[in-house]
């Protein structure tokens, strides 16, 4: 289920109607976003949840910030089988990450297992 559902967001976030709205978002971003790669992105976590919603709950999973943090806890334990990491990095690129800060991502999470 946890390929599947990254697969879902992948597929979601990679709608011209949300890749517009990200575009308006890095539009504004700060120079500080914008020098982080987009690591940090004000106004995505929420673009990112109505997706986000959509997705869990077609999955019979809940759709609270809460369940996706369960579900990231899950990811983070499994970012070492390269497909699980592949998904991953190809979601935050839909989220609009650079390669360094998608790399900074995974790092966190694996960081959240090990500590």
Do not use: Y
Not at 51 to 66: D, F, H, I, W
Not at 71 to 79: F, G, P, Q
């Amino acid at each position: 289920t946890v390929v599947r559902v990254w697969r879902e967001q992948l597929a979601a976030f990679g709608r011209s109607s949300f890749q517009q709205a990200l575009m308006e978002l890095k539009a504004q971003a700060s120079e500080l976003e914008k020098e982080s790669g987009f690591f940090h992105l004000t106004g995505r976590a929420e673009l990112a949840l109505t997706v986000q919603k959509e997705v869990l709950s077609a999955n019979c999973l809940g759709a609270t910030p809460r369940d996706l943090q369960k579900l990231l806890a899950v990811t983070a334990t499994l970012t070492r089988v390269p497909l699980v990491a592949g998904l991953l990095d190809a979601v935050n690129a839909k989220l609009g990450m650079d390669v360094a800060a998608r790399h900074r991502f995974r790092t966190r999470m694996g960081v959240l297992i090990e500590g």
